[in-house]
């Protein structure tokens, strides 16, 4: 045993991948307890559910398993390790009464069993199992602290596979000198990437909407380095952000003299970008004049400084973007139909984050990273309940809410993964609690609705598998509103 903890200790300092992990470690401890298998469980954020990560034998490897489908493995001990945080094991799972009742104990003969919890910085993130039909495995209570020491350095191990990879990242990042890129593998995403492709090696003018936080600046920066003006610049302006008189300076530039205070010639932002790309936040914020002055620069490809006379011929393309019904704003004659119609040759639209499924923890772990090595916190995660309630909350303030709840998170978290409460947004932590009692309740009633299956609707035998009374049982069918067998079908049950 002292060479095995050698051999773990080993692959603490080994720089090798998460998965190589996984594999030395079932091949050495079922090696080590004469199993026959053994696996690694690890939560699923995104599915809410317990899933195999890794088999040994890998002959046995199944995709997908989940809490639904525990017929080869014993999901439910895994999950009981996790949940208590301690070594479970038995040498006589078959009619032990913590595994009796269990499928996979019956259907595999299952006779000694072993299930340890895994914790990375506090929080348990899945489990090690082991299990083997032979009895020359035995477990004895002694081995309990050998147990947890194996289990804290698989932990720690995997640990520092995850360090290791998410520091190879960000070198990679930094060796390619590579700005913020959209995140997001969403089926609205996918949509918008792929007519964002489409349009980003042309010269049209592109029109970005979308509810504000959503991240138009980014899509329009995304378009520029995605297009042949990618070696040329790219300049923005906010049209919220500047009174009328400074916009139009801003964008067209001026001429020395041309009013009290301009000492010098000065090139607008429009002329800056020639060859690149302009990009116009909050279109509808600017006033008739520069919408006029706008049009004429995208009917003519030329501009007038203030003060001159002289016009001046510029290459650029223009992406503008608003968070208001552009439609609508002509129709109230608070914009120009016809900078409108050469404004939107091409119109995205980016969808609001809570219309973007699993992409709210894409985004909330990128910038749990970002914000973790700016302040230089050794924040690891988010705690289950905290990544539930990240997927259901309806984000109204869309990606840069979550940004700012994250990175808040990360400066006032104490521990290694952020809770509902570092992330200090009420409703949210509402909607954690909220969640995670209809979570419990779906799964129960999910293993009363197999469990009945499988007894063909005989309580009885149901309740067997369940490893409960058949009176609890039936006052869980009562809450869950599932109906029984019919006093016919309870008599051929019988028979």
Same mark, same amino acid.
């Given at each position: 045993?002292?060479?095995?903890?050698?051999?773990?200790?080993?692959?603490?300092?080994?720089?090798?991948?998460?998965? $190589?992990?996984?594999?030395?470690?079932?091949? &050495?401890?079922?090696?080590?307890?004469?199993?026959?298998?053994?696996?690694?469980?690890l939560w699923d954020f995104e599915t809410d559910c317990l899933k195999v990560a890794k088999t040994y034998p890998s002959s046995f490897q199944k995709d997908q398993i989940t809490i639904g489908e525990a017929k080869d493995?014993?999901?439910?001990? !895994?999950?009981?390790?996790?949940?208590?945080?301690?070594?479970?094991?038995?040498?006589?799972?078959?009619?032990?009464?913590?595994?009796?009742?269990? %499928?996979?104990v019956i259907l595999n003969k299952i006779q000694t069993l072993l299930c340890a919890p895994l914790k990375v910085g506090g929080e348990v993130i899945g489990a090690i199992y082991m299990d083997s039909r032979k009895m020359?495995?035995?477990?004895?209570?002694?081995?309990?602290?050998?147990?947890?020491?194996?289990?804290?350095?698989?932990?720690?191990?995997?640990?520092?596979? +995850?360090?290791?990879?998410? *520091?190879?990242?960000?070198?990679?990042?930094?060796?390619?000198?590579?700005? $913020?890129?959209?995140?997001?593998?969403?089926?609205?995403?996918?949509?918008?990437?792929?007519?964002?492709?489409?349009? !980003?090696?042309?010269?049209?003018?592109?029109?970005?909407?979308?509810?504000?936080?959503?991240?138009?600046?980014?899509?329009?920066?995304? =378009?520029?380095?995605?297009?042949?003006?990618?070696?040329?610049?790219?300049?923005?302006?906010?049209?919220?952000?500047?009174?009328? !008189?400074? &916009?139009?300076?801003?964008?067209?530039?001026?001429?020395?003299?041309?009013?009290?205070?301009?000492?010098?010639?000065?090139?607008?932002?429009?002329?800056?970008?020639?060859?690149?790309?302009?990009?116009?936040?909050?279109?509808?914020?600017?006033?008739?004049?520069?919408?006029?002055? /706008?049009?004429?620069?995208?009917?003519?490809?030329?501009?007038?400084?203030?003060?001159?006379?002289?016009?001046?011929?510029?290459?650029?393309?223009?992406?503008?973007?608003?968070?208001?019904?552009?439609?609508?704003?002509?129709?109230?004659?608070?914009?120009?139909?016809?900078?409108?119609?050469?404004?939107?040759?091409?119109? /995205?639209? =980016?969808?609001? /984050?809570?219309?973007?499924?699993?992409?709210?923890?894409?985004?909330?772990?990128?910038?749990?990273?970002?914000?973790?090595?700016?302040?230089?916190?050794?924040?690891?995660?988010?705690?289950?309940?905290?990544?539930?309630? *990240?997927?259901?909350?309806?984000?109204?303030?869309?990606? +840069?809410? /979550? $940004?700012?709840?994250?990175?808040?998170?990360?400066?006032?978290? %104490?521990?290694?993964?952020?809770?509902?409460?570092?992330?200090?947004?009420?409703?949210? =932590?509402?909607?954690?609690?909220?969640?995670?009692?209809?979570?419990?309740?779906?799964?129960?009633?999910?293993? @009363?609705?197999?469990?009945?299956?499988?007894?063909?609707?005989? @309580?009885?035998?149901?309740?067997?598998?369940?490893?409960?009374?058949?009176?609890?049982?039936?006052?869980?069918?009562?809450?869950?509103?599932?109906?029984?067998?019919?006093?016919?079908?309870? +008599?051929?049950?019988?028979?």
């Amino acid at each position: 045993m002292v060479e095995a903890l050698s051999k773990l200790s080993e692959l603490m300092e080994a720089l090798i991948s998460e998965d $190589q992990v996984y594999d030395r470690v079932l091949e &050495l401890l079922v090696m080590l307890f004469g199993a026959e298998r053994g696996a690694i469980f690890l939560w699923d954020f995104e599915t809410d559910c317990l899933k195999v990560a890794k088999t040994y034998p890998s002959s046995f490897q199944k995709d997908q398993i989940t809490i639904g489908e525990a017929k080869d493995l014993s999901l439910s001990s !895994a999950l009981s390790a996790m949940e208590e945080g301690e070594v479970i094991f038995t040498n006589t799972a078959l009619i032990d009464e913590r595994f009796a009742n269990r %499928q996979s104990v019956i259907l595999n003969k299952i006779q000694t069993l072993l299930c340890a919890p895994l914790k990375v910085g506090g929080e348990v993130i899945g489990a090690i199992y082991m299990d083997s039909r032979k009895m020359e495995s035995m477990y004895e209570e002694t081995d309990r602290p050998f147990f947890k020491t194996v289990s804290t350095l698989v932990s720690t191990a995997i640990e520092k596979s +995850r360090e290791c990879r998410e *520091l190879r990242e960000r070198t990679e990042t930094l060796k390619k000198g590579c700005p $913020q890129e959209m995140i997001g593998n969403s089926e609205p995403m996918l949509a918008l990437y792929s007519e964002m492709r489409r349009v !980003a090696p042309t010269k049209a003018s592109v029109l970005i909407m979308g509810e504000s936080g959503t991240g138009k600046d980014l899509l329009a920066c995304t =378009i520029h380095r995605s297009s042949p003006r990618r070696e040329k610049n790219f300049v923005a302006v906010d049209c919220g952000s500047l009174p009328e !008189a400074l &916009l139009v300076s801003e964008l067209f530039g001026y001429k020395k003299g041309a009013f009290t205070g301009a000492f010098e010639d000065k090139p607008g932002l429009i002329e800056e970008a020639n060859g690149g790309t302009v990009f116009i936040d909050e279109i509808t914020s600017a006033l008739p004049s520069v919408q006029s002055k /706008l049009l004429r620069f995208l009917q003519e490809g030329e501009i007038r400084r203030l003060g001159e006379n002289k016009p001046r011929k510029v290459d650029v393309r223009v992406i503008c973007a608003t968070n208001r019904d552009l439609e609508e704003e002509v129709k109230a004659k608070r914009f120009r139909r016809d900078l409108y119609f050469r404004l939107k040759i091409v119109s /995205l639209k =980016i969808p609001p /984050l809570r219309e973007r499924g699993s992409d709210i923890l894409l985004l909330a772990e990128h910038f749990r990273k970002v914000n973790a090595a700016q302040y230089g916190k050794p924040v690891r995660g988010f705690t289950r309940e905290t990544a539930r309630a *990240l997927l259901k909350f309806q984000w109204e303030g869309n990606v +840069r809410e /979550l $940004q700012h709840a994250v990175e808040r998170g990360v400066i006032m978290c %104490q521990g290694h993964y952020l809770s509902l409460s570092d992330l200090e947004i009420p409703a949210l =932590i509402a909607e954690g609690r909220s969640l995670y009692r209809e979570t419990l309740e779906s799964q129960r009633r999910a293993l @009363v609705e197999k469990a009945l299956g499988e007894s063909k609707g005989n @309580v009885s035998r149901a309740a067997v598998i369940l490893g409960i009374a058949p009176r609890q049982l039936n006052r869980l069918m009562k809450r869950f509103g599932i109906l029984g067998p019919t006093s016919k079908e309870r +008599r051929k049950v019988k028979v």
